[in-house]
């Protein structure tokens, strides 16, 4: 007899009879599924049995399909989320100093 199995999103089985979670860099979000599918350029997955892919989030990037961690981006500004190797970071610009004179009194 053979058990088929329908394996749970974060899993997939490739002969119906094993539940495989899916590794790192890679997400399974529907129930049934035959194979896992790699984060896409501007995500990464870094966990194992993953249901879904993480943006990068602002100020970091993902430049390669199946990552597993975000990358920041020091002295670049990457103002949403999901950037990829698309992205054009823009500089940092500084930040005004502001400085308080001696009080003027009339």
Do not use: W
Not at 61 to 80: C, K, L
């Amino acid at each position: 007899l053979r058990a088929d199995v329908v394996s749970n999103p974060g899993y997939y089985s490739t002969d119906g009879t094993t539940s495989i979670p899916a590794d790192l860099g890679y997400y399974v979000p529907l129930a049934g599924s035959t194979s896992q599918t790699p984060a896409s350029p501007g995500y990464y997955v870094n966990i194992t049995a993953a249901t879904a892919q993480t943006p990068a989030s602002p100020g970091s990037f993902v430049s390669i399909s199946a990552a597993t961690a975000q990358t920041p981006a020091p002295n670049f500004a990457v103002p949403t989320s999901g950037a990829d190797s698309g992205s054009v970071p823009r500089p940092i610009e500084p930040k005004p100093i502001i400085t308080k004179g001696p009080s003027m009194r009339v």
